[in-house]
Nanobody
Framework: QVQLVESGGGLVQPGGSLRLSCAAS????????MGWYRQTPGKQRELVAI???????NYTDSVKGRFTISRDNAKKAVYLQMNSLKPEDTAVYYC???????????????WGRGTQVTVSS
């Protein structure tokens, strides 16, 4: 059983910072891409940032220059450092991984259950 657990969400003032963490556990041979998505009421879940196994990162335009995604392959973890937070960043943030089971078969997508981030004064 593979499980993703997010942490680090909370309430922060505009301009503040938060660091989200996501750790994967279970029978995993390898993890390909890892990423963060977010969703607000009435909107579709949107991509925030993704990072490949080799460390190549991509961000949605609205967070470029403010957010930084990173990963620790040994710990099977992905992080999202969020700086200069804005009210529009308020959302439930979800961790996503694409992994291969152990033994490897085919790629499988797994989602965390989300962590709430609220940016408000």
């Amino acid at each position: 059983q593979v499980q993703l657990v997010e942490s680090g969400g909370g309430l922060v003032q505009p301009g503040g910072s938060l660091r989200l963490s996501c750790a994967a556990s279970g029978s995993i041979f390898s993890i390909n891409a890892m990423g963060w998505y977010r969703q607000t009421p009435g909107k579709q879940r949107e991509l925030v940032a993704i990072i490949t196994r080799s460390g190549s990162a991509n961000y949605t335009d609205s967070v470029k220059g403010r957010f930084t995604i990173s990963r620790d392959n040994a710990k099977k973890a992905v992080y999202l450092q969020m700086n200069s937070l804005k009210p529009e960043d308020t959302a439930v943030y979800y961790c996503k991984t694409v992994f291969f089971s152990n033994p490897p078969s085919y790629p499988i997508t797994s989602w965390g259950r989300g962590t709430q981030v609220t940016v408000s004064s």
